[in-house]
DNA sequence: TATTGACTTAGAGTAAACTTTAAGGATTAA
DNA sequence: TTAATCCTTAAAGTTTACTCTAAGTCAATA
């Protein structure tokens, strides 16, 4: 059982984010102590670990909601949840894909402007004696 | 020379947007018609081009404004250049190693759910029997 | 017991990057 | 010439995902 300090610590996130994400419906049944306080479990850590992941290459709060609640509808739910996780998979692939392909880009600049650079110290040299 | 529409199709920005960029600073001298209408060149185009790779590997456009205003300042400030550059590199091949991490649990996220949905096809078939 | 830390609701504030609106006038291409 | 495109300024609006505040009460730890 983790308090939602210790939760935040965890996760990166911040109490009132976890609170936050809670009244969403991102986070569901909570459990708490007897005097009210959010108790997590190891369950809601990997809960969050998901959400987290999906959150972080680039699903929307509102994507994951819906995730979420269809993973509380049950086994009906089944098929929609992986076409759901697969297409995200697809954009996940497309999306590195693409980050790889501007890394080309800038690390073609970055060697472009060093040599641009090497050139101009020299001349700096040159004209320094 | 191209219009501000042409423009428009060829980089996925709005005129609206081109507008908005050249108003921040992140594109300079834009020349214009005799009747004052905006006319790209090729070179503009491809400081937009570098413009949409910074700022879609995460860079913001103030960022991307200093880096431009860097440029126009001249040979000095290539150091400076350099870094800036070197270090959103070094950004981007940290964030595409964490996008590959994800990838990974997504993958597993996937077959798991995929293969509960096999099992649960199975038993539906049975059942309808 | 004293001091943190947690709870609630409800709403306001923030930041980035646009996006839209409005109003009126000028230019350009067919 | 006429329709389509472009120009300007200035400001308001939008979206997402938080982030913070307030006010008052309650719980947990040393």
Redesign the pocket.
């Known amino acids: 059982m983790y308090?939602?300090?210790?939760v935040?610590k965890k996760t990166g996130?911040?109490?009132?984010?976890?609170?936050?994400?809670?009244?969403e419906g991102l986070l569901c049944h909570?459990e708490?102590?007897?005097?009210?306080?959010?108790?997590y479990t190891d369950e809601d850590l990997e809960a969050l670990g998901l959400i987290c992941c999906l959150?972080n290459t680039?699903?929307?709060?509102?994507?994951?909601t819906r995730f979420v609640q269809l993973t509380h509808a049950g086994e009906q739910t089944l098929k929609e949840r992986v076409e759901l996780l697969r297409e995200h998979r697809e954009n996940m692939i497309a999306r590195i894909a693409e980050m790889q392909k501007y890394l080309d880009k800038v690390t073609w600049k970055v060697n472009f402007f060093s040599e641009k650079l090497r050139a101009y110290e020299e001349k700096q040299q040159r004209e320094a004696q």
């Open positions: 308090s939602i300090q210790e935040s996130l911040s109490a009132h984010t976890l609170r936050f994400y809670e009244k909570v708490r102590s007897p005097g009210g306080f959010r108790q959150k680039g699903m929307s709060l509102q994507e994951i």
